[in-house]
Protein backbone atom coordinates (compact mmCIF):
# COMPACT_ATOMS: atom_id res chain seq x y z
CA UNK A 1 0.00 0.00 0.00
CA UNK A 2 1.78 3.24 1.11
CA UNK A 3 5.43 3.67 -0.30
CA UNK A 4 8.36 4.79 2.05
CA UNK A 5 11.62 5.77 1.49
CA UNK A 6 14.79 6.68 3.35
CA UNK A 7 18.61 7.73 3.38
CA UNK A 8 21.25 8.28 5.26
CA UNK A 9 24.03 9.13 2.80
CA UNK A 10 26.91 11.59 0.65
CA UNK A 11 24.16 12.71 -1.83
CA UNK A 12 21.83 15.11 -1.35
CA UNK A 13 18.32 13.43 0.07
CA UNK A 14 16.07 15.44 -2.12
CA UNK A 15 16.91 13.73 -5.72
CA UNK A 16 17.17 10.50 -4.01
CA UNK A 17 13.75 10.35 -2.03
CA UNK A 18 11.92 11.69 -5.20
CA UNK A 19 13.36 9.08 -7.15
CA UNK A 20 12.20 6.58 -4.99
CA UNK A 21 9.38 7.63 -4.42
CA UNK A 22 8.50 7.56 -8.10
CA UNK A 23 9.21 3.70 -8.47
CA UNK A 24 6.96 3.01 -5.38
CA UNK A 25 3.64 4.90 -7.44
CA UNK A 26 2.52 1.49 -8.75
CA UNK A 27 1.86 0.66 -5.00
CA UNK A 28 -0.88 3.40 -4.79
CA UNK A 29 -1.33 6.70 -3.96
CA UNK A 30 -3.24 9.62 -2.92
CA UNK A 31 -1.07 12.14 -1.04
CA UNK A 32 2.64 12.12 -0.66
CA UNK A 33 5.43 14.14 1.44
CA UNK A 34 9.00 14.41 2.08
CA UNK A 35 10.86 15.66 5.25
CA UNK A 36 14.57 16.26 5.63
CA UNK A 37 17.23 17.57 8.12
CA UNK A 38 18.73 21.49 7.05
CA UNK A 39 20.55 23.50 9.93
CA UNK A 40 19.58 21.45 12.85
CA UNK A 41 15.86 21.89 11.44
CA UNK A 42 13.40 19.64 10.40
CA UNK A 43 11.90 20.56 6.68
CA UNK A 44 8.64 18.96 5.94
CA UNK A 45 6.46 19.64 2.82
CA UNK A 46 3.71 17.34 1.90
CA UNK A 47 0.66 17.47 -0.77
CA UNK A 48 -2.64 15.71 -2.30
CA UNK A 49 -2.85 14.25 -5.09
CA UNK A 50 0.05 12.84 -7.64
CA UNK A 51 3.53 13.16 -6.53
CA UNK A 52 4.36 15.70 -9.56
CA UNK A 53 2.26 17.90 -7.42
CA UNK A 54 5.05 17.75 -4.51
CA UNK A 55 7.89 17.75 -7.13
CA UNK A 56 6.22 21.57 -7.87
CA UNK A 57 5.88 22.52 -4.39
CA UNK A 58 9.87 21.58 -3.74
CA UNK A 59 11.79 22.53 -6.55
CA UNK A 60 13.40 25.01 -4.73
CA UNK A 61 14.64 22.45 -2.38
CA UNK A 62 16.04 19.77 -4.77
CA UNK A 63 19.07 21.27 -4.17
CA UNK A 64 19.22 21.66 -0.49
CA UNK A 65 22.05 20.66 1.45
CA UNK A 66 21.04 18.05 3.16
CA UNK A 67 21.86 14.43 3.42
CA UNK A 68 19.51 12.80 5.32
CA UNK A 69 15.14 12.48 4.90
CA UNK A 70 12.25 10.10 4.41
CA UNK A 71 9.52 10.09 1.58
CA UNK A 72 6.38 8.73 2.09
CA UNK A 73 3.52 8.08 -0.35
CA UNK A 74 0.25 7.16 1.40
CA UNK A 75 -2.99 5.36 0.73
CA UNK A 76 -5.35 6.50 2.88
CA UNK A 77 -6.96 4.58 5.61
CA UNK A 78 -7.78 6.37 8.44
CA UNK A 79 -9.00 10.29 7.07
CA UNK A 80 -9.27 11.82 3.90
CA UNK A 81 -6.68 12.22 1.27
CA UNK A 82 -5.79 15.81 2.00
CA UNK A 83 -2.48 17.66 2.49
CA UNK A 84 -3.31 17.40 6.55
CA UNK A 85 -3.43 13.96 6.25
CA UNK A 86 -0.39 13.01 4.21
CA UNK A 87 2.53 12.01 5.91
CA UNK A 88 5.33 12.49 7.30
CA UNK A 89 3.68 13.67 10.65
CA UNK A 90 5.37 15.22 13.10
CA UNK A 91 5.24 15.47 17.24
CA UNK A 92 4.21 18.49 19.34
CA UNK A 93 7.70 19.99 18.80
CA UNK A 94 8.47 19.67 15.26
CA UNK A 95 11.68 18.25 15.75
CA UNK A 96 10.35 14.37 15.22
CA UNK A 97 8.68 13.07 12.69
CA UNK A 98 7.59 9.72 11.47
CA UNK A 99 6.53 7.88 8.27
CA UNK A 100 4.10 4.66 8.45
CA UNK A 101 2.42 1.62 6.61
CA UNK A 102 0.01 -0.57 7.99
CA UNK A 103 -2.37 0.58 10.76
CA UNK A 104 -3.01 1.02 14.35
CA UNK A 105 -5.89 -0.63 15.83
CA UNK A 106 -5.68 0.65 18.95
CA UNK A 107 -5.05 3.93 18.12
CA UNK A 108 -8.32 6.11 19.05
CA UNK A 109 -7.72 4.70 22.90
CA UNK A 110 -3.83 5.62 22.42
CA UNK A 111 -5.22 9.32 20.57
CA UNK A 112 -7.48 10.14 23.84
CA UNK A 113 -4.51 9.30 26.34
CA UNK A 114 -2.62 11.25 24.53
CA UNK A 115 -4.64 14.33 24.55
CA UNK A 116 -5.53 14.11 27.70
CA UNK A 117 -1.72 14.95 28.08
CA UNK A 118 -1.42 17.91 26.57
CA UNK A 119 -0.64 16.99 22.99
CA UNK A 120 -2.20 18.36 19.91
CA UNK A 121 -3.01 16.19 17.06
CA UNK A 122 -3.49 18.19 13.74
CA UNK A 123 -4.54 15.35 11.29
CA UNK A 124 -7.48 12.59 11.69
CA UNK A 125 -4.89 9.70 11.03
CA UNK A 126 -3.86 6.69 13.28
CA UNK A 127 -0.02 7.70 12.29
CA UNK A 128 -0.03 10.79 13.42
CA UNK A 129 -0.26 9.03 17.50
CA UNK A 130 3.14 7.33 16.42
CA UNK A 131 4.82 10.45 17.04
CA UNK A 132 3.29 11.99 19.51
CA UNK A 133 4.03 8.12 21.10
CA UNK A 134 7.18 7.95 20.92
CA UNK A 135 7.55 11.99 21.90
CA UNK A 136 5.77 10.98 25.44
CA UNK A 137 8.93 8.54 25.79
CA UNK A 138 11.53 10.63 24.69
CA UNK A 139 14.78 11.37 26.85
CA UNK A 140 18.07 11.48 24.95
CA UNK A 141 17.54 8.04 23.98
CA UNK A 142 15.82 7.62 19.87
CA UNK A 143 16.04 3.89 19.69
CA UNK A 144 14.80 3.54 23.51
CA UNK A 145 11.42 5.66 23.04
CA UNK A 146 10.66 3.62 19.71
CA UNK A 147 10.43 0.57 21.38
CA UNK A 148 8.80 2.34 24.58
CA UNK A 149 6.07 3.59 22.19
CA UNK A 150 5.54 0.20 20.17
CA UNK A 151 5.31 -1.82 23.57
CA UNK A 152 2.02 -0.05 23.60
CA UNK A 153 0.79 -0.45 20.07
CA UNK A 154 -1.56 -2.89 18.62
CA UNK A 155 -1.71 -3.35 14.99
CA UNK A 156 0.92 -3.34 11.68
CA UNK A 157 3.33 -1.07 10.48
CA UNK A 158 6.33 -0.42 8.49
CA UNK A 159 8.17 2.81 10.08
CA UNK A 160 10.92 5.37 9.72
CA UNK A 161 12.06 7.67 12.09
CA UNK A 162 14.24 11.04 11.99
CA UNK A 163 14.66 13.39 15.08
CA UNK A 164 16.26 16.60 14.57
CA UNK A 165 18.50 15.64 17.61
CA UNK A 166 20.16 12.95 16.52
CA UNK A 167 21.07 14.09 12.50
CA UNK A 168 22.58 11.43 10.30
CA UNK A 169 20.41 8.86 11.47
CA UNK A 170 17.89 7.36 10.87
CA UNK A 171 14.91 4.20 12.58
CA UNK A 172 13.43 1.84 11.15
CA UNK A 173 10.51 -0.85 12.20
CA UNK A 174 8.82 -3.78 10.96
CA UNK A 175 5.93 -5.28 12.20
CA UNK A 176 3.18 -7.22 9.68
CA UNK A 177 4.23 -5.05 6.85
CA UNK A 178 7.27 -5.01 4.49
CA UNK A 179 10.67 -3.03 4.53
CA UNK A 180 13.77 -3.49 3.31
CA UNK A 181 17.10 -2.13 4.06
CA UNK A 182 19.23 -0.96 0.96
CA UNK A 183 23.07 -1.45 1.34
CA UNK A 184 26.05 0.15 -0.28
CA UNK A 185 29.44 1.01 0.52
CA UNK A 186 29.60 3.89 -1.84
CA UNK A 187 26.17 5.89 -1.46
CA UNK A 188 25.18 5.15 2.34
CA UNK A 189 21.96 3.45 3.30
CA UNK A 190 18.58 2.82 2.45
CA UNK A 191 15.50 2.15 3.61
CA UNK A 192 12.17 1.50 1.40
CA UNK A 193 8.46 -0.38 1.43
CA UNK A 194 9.57 -2.61 -1.94
CA UNK A 195 13.23 -3.24 -3.72
CA UNK A 196 12.27 -1.09 -6.93
CA UNK A 197 12.48 2.05 -4.85
CA UNK A 198 16.69 0.57 -4.36
CA UNK A 199 17.25 -0.28 -7.57
CA UNK A 200 18.91 2.80 -9.05
CA UNK A 201 21.67 2.91 -6.16
CA UNK A 202 22.05 -0.89 -5.15
CA UNK A 203 21.18 -4.64 -5.27
CA UNK A 204 22.35 -5.32 -2.23
CA UNK A 205 19.18 -5.82 0.11
CA UNK A 206 18.40 -6.88 3.79
CA UNK A 207 14.91 -7.52 4.60
CA UNK A 208 13.77 -6.90 7.92
CA UNK A 209 11.46 -9.36 10.10
CA UNK A 210 8.69 -8.79 12.35
CA UNK A 211 9.42 -7.68 15.52
CA UNK A 212 12.96 -6.01 14.50
CA UNK A 213 14.31 -2.50 14.62
CA UNK A 214 17.32 -0.83 12.49
CA UNK A 215 19.44 2.08 13.06
CA UNK A 216 20.77 3.38 9.82
CA UNK A 217 23.81 6.30 8.73
CA UNK A 218 25.57 6.92 6.05
CA UNK A 219 28.56 4.13 7.26
CA UNK A 220 25.74 1.02 7.39
CA UNK A 221 22.92 -0.39 9.65
CA UNK A 222 22.41 -2.35 13.01
CA UNK A 223 19.85 -4.30 13.67
CA UNK A 224 17.99 -5.50 17.20
CA UNK A 225 14.73 -7.22 18.24
CA UNK A 226 12.22 -4.71 19.44
CA UNK A 227 11.20 -6.87 22.68
CA UNK A 228 14.36 -8.14 23.94
CA UNK A 229 17.12 -5.34 22.37
CA UNK A 230 19.44 -8.56 21.18
CA UNK A 231 21.57 -7.30 18.07
CA UNK A 232 20.62 -9.54 15.31
CA UNK A 233 22.86 -10.78 12.38
CA UNK A 234 21.17 -10.30 9.03
CA UNK A 235 21.84 -11.72 5.79
CA UNK A 236 22.95 -9.63 2.97
CA UNK A 237 20.95 -10.40 -0.03
CA UNK A 238 21.46 -10.07 -3.56
CA UNK A 239 18.54 -8.95 -6.25
CA UNK A 240 19.18 -9.92 -9.64
CA UNK A 241 16.48 -7.18 -11.14
CA UNK A 242 17.95 -4.37 -13.04
CA UNK A 243 17.08 -0.39 -12.83
CA UNK A 244 15.83 -0.84 -16.54
CA UNK A 245 13.64 -3.88 -16.05
CA UNK A 246 11.34 -1.43 -13.47
CA UNK A 247 11.13 1.19 -16.55
CA UNK A 248 8.70 1.23 -19.84
CA UNK A 249 11.18 1.02 -22.30
CA UNK A 250 9.24 2.92 -25.01
CA UNK A 251 6.26 1.39 -24.06
CA UNK A 252 3.13 3.91 -23.51
CA UNK A 253 2.19 2.41 -20.18
CA UNK A 254 3.65 -0.22 -17.72
CA UNK A 255 1.47 -2.21 -18.11
CA UNK A 256 1.21 -2.73 -21.55
CA UNK A 257 4.98 -3.31 -21.25
CA UNK A 258 4.18 -6.34 -19.07
CA UNK A 259 1.42 -7.57 -21.28
CA UNK A 260 4.13 -7.89 -24.00
CA UNK A 261 6.83 -9.17 -21.34
CA UNK A 262 5.00 -12.23 -20.92
CA UNK A 263 6.55 -14.85 -23.29
CA UNK A 264 9.69 -13.87 -21.35
CA UNK A 265 7.90 -14.13 -17.70
CA UNK A 266 6.74 -17.70 -18.69
CA UNK A 267 10.09 -18.99 -20.09
CA UNK A 268 11.85 -17.96 -16.85
CA UNK A 269 9.43 -19.57 -14.84
CA UNK A 270 10.00 -22.63 -16.61
CA UNK A 271 13.93 -22.57 -16.92
CA UNK A 272 15.66 -25.30 -15.61
CA UNK A 273 12.45 -27.05 -13.85
CA UNK A 274 11.19 -28.61 -17.74
CA UNK A 275 13.32 -31.73 -18.41
CA UNK A 276 12.46 -31.70 -22.07
CA UNK A 277 13.17 -35.29 -22.93
CA UNK A 278 11.81 -36.93 -20.18
CA UNK A 279 9.20 -34.58 -19.19
CA UNK A 280 10.37 -34.79 -15.63
CA UNK A 281 9.26 -31.30 -13.61
CA UNK A 282 12.17 -30.45 -11.14
CA UNK A 283 11.54 -28.16 -8.37
CA UNK A 284 13.97 -28.74 -5.72
CA UNK A 285 12.87 -25.17 -4.00
CA UNK A 286 10.22 -27.70 -2.26
CA UNK A 287 11.59 -28.73 0.58
CA UNK A 288 9.16 -31.61 1.05
CA UNK A 289 10.17 -35.18 0.44
CA UNK A 290 8.35 -38.19 -0.85
CA UNK A 291 6.62 -39.40 2.20
CA UNK A 292 5.41 -36.03 3.18
CA UNK A 293 3.74 -35.47 -0.25
CA UNK A 294 2.97 -39.01 -0.65
CA UNK A 295 0.72 -38.32 3.05
CA UNK A 296 -1.30 -35.33 0.92
CA UNK A 297 -4.96 -35.92 1.48
CA UNK A 298 -6.43 -32.81 0.22
CA UNK A 299 -4.81 -29.01 -0.88
CA UNK A 300 -6.12 -25.69 0.28
CA UNK A 301 -4.98 -22.75 -2.47
CA UNK A 302 -5.34 -19.04 -0.76
CA UNK A 303 -4.87 -16.23 -2.35
CA UNK A 304 -6.49 -12.69 -3.17
CA UNK A 305 -7.62 -10.66 -6.50
CA UNK A 306 -6.12 -12.40 -9.86
CA UNK A 307 -3.88 -14.44 -7.46
CA UNK A 308 -7.39 -15.96 -7.00
CA UNK A 309 -8.03 -16.62 -10.21
CA UNK A 310 -4.95 -18.41 -10.89
CA UNK A 311 -5.99 -20.53 -7.92
CA UNK A 312 -9.26 -21.52 -9.43
CA UNK A 313 -7.43 -22.52 -12.79
CA UNK A 314 -5.00 -24.54 -10.87
CA UNK A 315 -7.85 -26.51 -8.79
CA UNK A 316 -9.04 -28.04 -12.35
CA UNK A 317 -5.53 -29.06 -12.89
CA UNK A 318 -4.91 -30.59 -9.98
CA UNK A 319 -7.50 -32.78 -9.35
CA UNK A 320 -7.76 -34.04 -13.08
CA UNK A 321 -4.02 -34.80 -12.98
CA UNK A 322 -2.71 -34.99 -9.08
CA UNK A 323 -6.15 -36.57 -8.23
CA UNK A 324 -6.17 -34.35 -4.80
CA UNK A 325 -9.31 -32.85 -3.37
CA UNK A 326 -8.88 -28.58 -3.59
CA UNK A 327 -10.47 -25.83 -1.67
CA UNK A 328 -9.88 -22.61 -3.45
CA UNK A 329 -10.10 -20.07 -0.54
CA UNK A 330 -9.97 -15.72 -0.99
CA UNK A 331 -7.61 -15.26 1.84
CA UNK A 332 -9.73 -12.46 3.43
CA UNK A 333 -12.05 -15.51 4.04
CA UNK A 334 -9.83 -17.87 4.90
CA UNK A 335 -9.02 -17.62 8.32
CA UNK A 336 -12.27 -16.44 9.63
CA UNK A 337 -14.01 -19.54 8.99
CA UNK A 338 -13.83 -23.18 11.10
CA UNK A 339 -10.89 -24.47 8.99
CA UNK A 340 -10.79 -28.36 8.86
CA UNK A 341 -6.85 -28.53 8.18
CA UNK A 342 -4.44 -31.25 10.05
CA UNK A 343 -0.40 -32.44 8.84
CA UNK A 344 -2.22 -34.27 6.12
CA UNK A 345 -3.56 -31.14 4.01
CA UNK A 346 -0.90 -28.67 1.81
CA UNK A 347 -1.45 -25.15 1.83
CA UNK A 348 -0.37 -23.21 -1.34
CA UNK A 349 -0.56 -19.71 -0.91
CA UNK A 350 -0.36 -17.43 -4.41
CA UNK A 351 1.08 -13.80 -3.85
CA UNK A 352 2.71 -11.46 -6.74
CA UNK A 353 4.72 -9.46 -3.60
CA UNK A 354 4.72 -12.15 -0.86
CA UNK A 355 3.40 -9.36 1.32
CA UNK A 356 0.09 -9.28 1.01
CA UNK A 357 -1.64 -9.10 4.87
CA UNK A 358 -4.99 -11.75 4.39
CA UNK A 359 -2.42 -14.31 2.71
CA UNK A 360 0.37 -14.34 5.16
CA UNK A 361 -2.33 -14.33 7.91
CA UNK A 362 -3.93 -17.58 6.27
CA UNK A 363 -0.70 -19.19 6.24
CA UNK A 364 0.10 -18.55 9.52
CA UNK A 365 -2.93 -20.13 10.58
CA UNK A 366 -2.60 -22.61 8.59
CA UNK A 367 1.01 -23.72 9.69
CA UNK A 368 -0.39 -23.42 13.17
CA UNK A 369 -2.59 -26.28 12.33
CA UNK A 370 -0.43 -28.25 11.19
CA UNK A 371 -0.56 -28.04 7.65
CA UNK A 372 2.88 -27.38 5.55
CA UNK A 373 2.87 -24.70 2.96
CA UNK A 374 4.31 -23.79 -0.12
CA UNK A 375 4.48 -19.98 -1.54
CA UNK A 376 4.14 -19.51 -5.39
CA UNK A 377 5.66 -15.64 -5.33
CA UNK A 378 7.53 -13.09 -7.72
CA UNK A 379 9.46 -11.28 -5.14
CA UNK A 380 12.36 -13.27 -3.93
CA UNK A 381 13.15 -12.82 -0.14
CA UNK A 382 9.37 -11.55 0.67
CA UNK A 383 8.02 -12.01 4.15
CA UNK A 384 5.81 -15.10 2.78
CA UNK A 385 8.78 -16.97 1.26
CA UNK A 386 10.55 -16.66 4.10
CA UNK A 387 7.67 -18.21 6.28
CA UNK A 388 6.89 -21.01 3.91
CA UNK A 389 8.36 -24.50 3.68
CA UNK A 390 8.56 -24.15 0.09
CA UNK A 391 8.87 -21.59 -2.70
CA UNK A 392 8.31 -21.46 -6.21
CA UNK A 393 9.40 -18.59 -7.70
CA UNK A 394 7.88 -17.38 -10.73
CA UNK A 395 10.57 -15.13 -12.04
CA UNK A 396 8.28 -12.58 -13.68
CA UNK A 397 10.56 -9.50 -12.93
CA UNK A 398 9.49 -6.61 -11.19
CA UNK A 399 5.78 -5.52 -12.24
CA UNK A 400 4.98 -1.78 -12.03
CA UNK A 401 1.57 -1.82 -12.89
CA UNK A 402 -1.48 -2.62 -10.54
CA UNK A 403 -3.41 -4.50 -12.82
CA UNK A 404 -1.35 -7.63 -12.56
CA UNK A 405 -0.50 -9.40 -16.17
CA UNK A 406 2.71 -11.04 -16.61
CA UNK A 407 2.46 -12.38 -12.72
CA UNK A 408 -0.18 -14.10 -13.58
CA UNK A 409 0.62 -15.63 -16.20
CA UNK A 410 3.72 -16.78 -14.16
CA UNK A 411 1.53 -18.12 -12.07
CA UNK A 412 -0.56 -20.35 -13.81
CA UNK A 413 2.84 -21.22 -15.05
CA UNK A 414 4.40 -22.58 -11.90
CA UNK A 415 1.14 -23.76 -11.05
CA UNK A 416 0.83 -25.79 -13.56
CA UNK A 417 4.93 -27.37 -13.06
CA UNK A 418 3.58 -27.60 -9.72
CA UNK A 419 0.44 -29.86 -10.64
CA UNK A 420 3.09 -32.20 -12.90
CA UNK A 421 5.37 -32.31 -9.89
CA UNK A 422 3.00 -33.35 -7.45
CA UNK A 423 1.10 -35.74 -9.98
CA UNK A 424 4.24 -37.28 -11.22
CA UNK A 425 5.25 -37.95 -6.95
CA UNK A 426 1.86 -39.43 -6.67
CA UNK A 427 2.44 -41.37 -9.66
CA UNK A 428 -0.67 -40.18 -10.68
CA UNK A 429 0.76 -39.26 -14.49
CA UNK A 430 1.71 -40.53 -17.25
CA UNK A 431 5.35 -40.24 -18.66
CA UNK A 432 3.46 -39.20 -21.99
CA UNK A 433 1.27 -36.67 -20.44
CA UNK A 434 4.38 -35.06 -18.78
CA UNK A 435 5.79 -34.27 -21.49
CA UNK A 436 3.19 -33.44 -23.83
CA UNK A 437 2.81 -30.49 -20.94
CA UNK A 438 6.01 -29.51 -20.46
CA UNK A 439 6.75 -29.59 -24.01
CA UNK A 440 3.29 -27.36 -24.63
CA UNK A 441 4.21 -24.87 -21.66
CA UNK A 442 7.64 -23.94 -23.53
CA UNK A 443 6.66 -23.99 -26.75
CA UNK A 444 3.10 -21.46 -25.60
CA UNK A 445 6.06 -18.91 -24.61
CA UNK A 446 6.67 -18.58 -28.40
CA UNK A 447 3.56 -18.53 -29.55
CA UNK A 448 1.89 -15.90 -27.53
CA UNK A 449 5.47 -13.65 -28.49
CA UNK A 450 4.19 -14.05 -32.07
CA UNK A 451 0.50 -13.32 -31.29
CA UNK A 452 0.42 -10.96 -29.25
CA UNK A 453 0.58 -7.91 -31.78
CA UNK A 454 -1.83 -9.09 -34.05
CA UNK A 455 -4.37 -9.70 -31.68
CA UNK A 456 -3.91 -6.22 -30.18
CA UNK A 457 -4.22 -4.61 -33.47
CA UNK A 458 -7.71 -6.37 -33.87
CA UNK A 459 -8.66 -5.71 -29.76
CA UNK A 460 -7.59 -1.85 -30.56
CA UNK A 461 -10.39 -1.81 -33.81
CA UNK A 462 -13.20 -3.34 -32.28
CA UNK A 463 -13.17 -1.76 -28.63
CA UNK A 464 -14.51 1.03 -30.96
CA UNK A 465 -17.92 -0.28 -30.85
CA UNK A 466 -17.88 -1.07 -26.72
CA UNK A 467 -15.70 1.59 -25.19
CA UNK A 468 -18.02 3.76 -23.72
CA UNK A 469 -20.31 0.83 -22.26
CA UNK A 470 -21.82 1.01 -18.85
CA UNK A 471 -21.41 -3.02 -18.23
CA UNK A 472 -20.05 -5.72 -19.45
CA UNK A 473 -20.20 -9.79 -19.03
CA UNK A 474 -17.48 -12.26 -19.45
CA UNK A 475 -18.63 -15.77 -19.31
CA UNK A 476 -16.33 -19.44 -19.37
CA UNK A 477 -16.65 -23.03 -19.16
CA UNK A 478 -14.43 -25.49 -17.43
CA UNK A 479 -11.12 -23.75 -17.69
CA UNK A 480 -12.34 -20.73 -19.45
CA UNK A 481 -14.45 -19.77 -16.90
CA UNK A 482 -11.59 -18.34 -14.13
CA UNK A 483 -9.80 -16.51 -17.20
CA UNK A 484 -14.04 -14.39 -17.64
CA UNK A 485 -13.45 -13.52 -14.06
CA UNK A 486 -9.76 -12.50 -14.69
CA UNK A 487 -10.61 -10.14 -17.71
CA UNK A 488 -14.33 -9.01 -15.74
CA UNK A 489 -11.58 -8.01 -12.89
CA UNK A 490 -8.84 -6.33 -15.10
CA UNK A 491 -11.62 -3.89 -17.27
CA UNK A 492 -13.56 -2.67 -13.97
CA UNK A 493 -10.23 -2.33 -12.43
CA UNK A 494 -8.28 0.25 -14.96
CA UNK A 495 -11.30 0.94 -17.07
CA UNK A 496 -14.42 1.47 -14.37
CA UNK A 497 -16.91 0.00 -16.07
CA UNK A 498 -18.42 -2.70 -14.06
CA UNK A 499 -18.17 -5.80 -15.51
CA UNK A 500 -19.22 -9.45 -14.04
CA UNK A 501 -17.71 -13.19 -14.71
CA UNK A 502 -19.82 -15.92 -14.51
CA UNK A 503 -19.44 -19.70 -15.68
CA UNK A 504 -21.60 -19.96 -19.05
CA UNK A 505 -23.74 -22.01 -17.80
CA UNK A 506 -24.89 -20.05 -14.64
CA UNK A 507 -26.39 -17.28 -17.07
CA UNK A 508 -29.59 -19.14 -17.26
CA UNK A 509 -29.78 -18.90 -13.34
CA UNK A 510 -30.36 -15.19 -13.08
CA UNK A 511 -28.06 -13.34 -14.95
CA UNK A 512 -29.73 -13.57 -18.36
CA UNK A 513 -32.25 -11.18 -17.23
CA UNK A 514 -29.16 -8.52 -17.51
CA UNK A 515 -29.17 -9.45 -21.42
CA UNK A 516 -30.24 -7.03 -24.30
CA UNK A 517 -29.09 -4.97 -26.96
CA UNK A 518 -27.23 -2.96 -24.99
CA UNK A 519 -25.47 -5.73 -22.76
CA UNK A 520 -21.49 -6.66 -24.60
CA UNK A 521 -20.61 -10.04 -23.65
CA UNK A 522 -17.34 -11.38 -23.91
CA UNK A 523 -17.41 -15.14 -24.39
CA UNK A 524 -14.41 -17.39 -24.24
CA UNK A 525 -15.51 -20.49 -26.49
CA UNK A 526 -12.06 -22.59 -27.35
CA UNK A 527 -12.61 -25.90 -29.29
CA UNK A 528 -12.21 -28.08 -25.79
CA UNK A 529 -14.09 -30.66 -24.02
CA UNK A 530 -16.87 -27.91 -23.01
CA UNK A 531 -17.23 -26.45 -26.68
CA UNK A 532 -20.78 -27.48 -27.44
CA UNK A 533 -22.06 -26.48 -24.28
CA UNK A 534 -20.07 -22.79 -24.32
CA UNK A 535 -21.44 -22.30 -27.62
CA UNK A 536 -25.39 -23.57 -26.60
CA UNK A 537 -24.89 -20.51 -24.13
CA UNK A 538 -23.56 -18.01 -26.22
CA UNK A 539 -26.94 -18.93 -28.95
CA UNK A 540 -28.82 -18.03 -25.66
CA UNK A 541 -27.37 -14.66 -25.50
CA UNK A 542 -27.68 -13.65 -29.11
CA UNK A 543 -31.27 -15.09 -29.05
CA UNK A 544 -31.62 -12.20 -26.48
CA UNK A 545 -29.83 -9.31 -28.75
CA UNK A 546 -26.98 -9.66 -26.36
CA UNK A 547 -23.79 -7.60 -27.98
CA UNK A 548 -21.35 -10.50 -28.63
CA UNK A 549 -17.34 -10.60 -28.54
CA UNK A 550 -15.86 -14.10 -28.89
CA UNK A 551 -12.51 -15.54 -28.27
CA UNK A 552 -12.59 -19.05 -29.96
CA UNK A 553 -10.13 -21.33 -32.15
CA UNK A 554 -8.72 -20.63 -35.34
CA UNK A 555 -10.64 -22.26 -38.56
CA UNK A 556 -14.28 -22.25 -36.06
CA UNK A 557 -15.91 -20.60 -39.04
CA UNK A 558 -19.09 -21.19 -37.02
CA UNK A 559 -17.98 -18.46 -34.58
CA UNK A 560 -18.78 -16.03 -37.57
CA UNK A 561 -22.11 -16.88 -37.80
CA UNK A 562 -23.02 -15.51 -34.01
CA UNK A 563 -21.00 -12.53 -34.14
CA UNK A 564 -19.15 -10.31 -36.53
CA UNK A 565 -16.96 -9.49 -33.60
CA UNK A 566 -14.32 -13.12 -33.70
CA UNK A 567 -10.85 -13.02 -32.05
CA UNK A 568 -9.03 -16.34 -33.12
CA UNK A 569 -6.50 -18.01 -31.42
CA UNK A 570 -4.37 -20.93 -32.33
CA UNK A 571 -5.10 -24.22 -31.21
CA UNK A 572 -3.35 -25.82 -28.23
CA UNK A 573 -4.15 -28.47 -25.67
CA UNK A 574 -6.54 -27.58 -23.36
CA UNK A 575 -4.77 -27.95 -20.50
CA UNK A 576 -2.68 -24.43 -21.42
CA UNK A 577 -6.23 -22.79 -22.93
CA UNK A 578 -5.94 -20.49 -19.60
CA UNK A 579 -2.57 -19.15 -20.68
CA UNK A 580 -3.47 -17.87 -24.21
CA UNK A 581 -6.96 -16.83 -23.74
CA UNK A 582 -5.83 -14.34 -20.93
CA UNK A 583 -4.01 -12.10 -23.65
CA UNK A 584 -6.61 -10.80 -25.33
CA UNK A 585 -8.95 -10.68 -21.84
CA UNK A 586 -5.82 -8.29 -20.58
CA UNK A 587 -5.89 -6.37 -23.61
CA UNK A 588 -9.77 -5.53 -24.04
CA UNK A 589 -9.21 -4.18 -20.90
CA UNK A 590 -6.04 -2.05 -21.81
CA UNK A 591 -7.09 -0.48 -24.84
CA UNK A 592 -10.89 0.05 -23.61
CA UNK A 593 -8.82 1.87 -20.51
CA UNK A 594 -6.42 4.26 -22.81
CA UNK A 595 -9.07 4.94 -25.28
CA UNK A 596 -11.62 6.10 -22.05
CA UNK A 597 -8.33 8.44 -20.90
CA UNK A 598 -7.92 6.33 -17.66
CA UNK A 599 -4.96 6.28 -15.95
CA UNK A 600 -3.83 2.74 -16.81
CA UNK A 601 -0.92 2.16 -14.30
CA UNK A 602 -2.34 3.67 -11.29
CA UNK A 603 -5.80 3.49 -11.55
CA UNK A 604 -7.84 5.31 -9.11
CA UNK A 605 -8.60 3.44 -5.49
CA UNK A 606 -6.26 0.95 -5.82
CA UNK A 607 -3.12 -0.37 -4.59
CA UNK A 608 -0.19 -2.79 -6.14
CA UNK A 609 0.75 -4.51 -2.83
CA UNK A 610 -2.09 -4.90 -0.15
CA UNK A 611 -0.24 -5.21 3.29
CA UNK A 612 -3.30 -3.98 5.43
CA UNK A 613 -6.17 -6.34 6.37
Not at 123 to 145: F, M, P, Q, R, Y
Not at 410 to 435: C, G, H, R
Request: with cysteine.
Amino acid sequence: MCGIVGYCGPRRVVPVILEGLKRLEYRGYDSAGIVYLEDGKLVKHRSKGKLVNLENLIDDAIAAPSHTGLGHTRWATHGAPTTENAHPHSDCTGDLVVVHNGIIENYHSLREDLKAKGHVFTSETDTEVLAHLIEEHLGDDLEKAVKSALKLVDGSYALGVLWAKRPGTLIAARNQSPLVLGISDDIGTFMASDIPALLPYTNQVVFLEDGELAILNEKGYTISSLTTGEAIDKLVQYIEWSPAMAEKSGYKHFMLKEIYEQPQAITNTLSGRVNPETGEIIIPEIALNSEELAGIERIFLVACGTSWHAALVAKYWIEQFARIPVEVDIASEFRYRHLLIDEKVLTIAISQSGETADTLAGIRLAKELGSKVITICNVVGSTMTREADGTVYTHAGPEIGVASTKAFTAQLTALLLLTVYLSQKKQQIDAEKSLEIGKGLIEIATLIDIELPGIQEKIATLIEEYYDSKDFLFVGRGLSFPIALEGALKLKEISYIHAEGYASGELKHGPIALIDKDMPVLALVPQDGVYQKSISNVEEIKARQGRIILIGTEGDEHLQNITDDVIYLPKVMDELNPLLYTIPAQLLAYEIATRRGCDVDQPRNLAKSVTVE
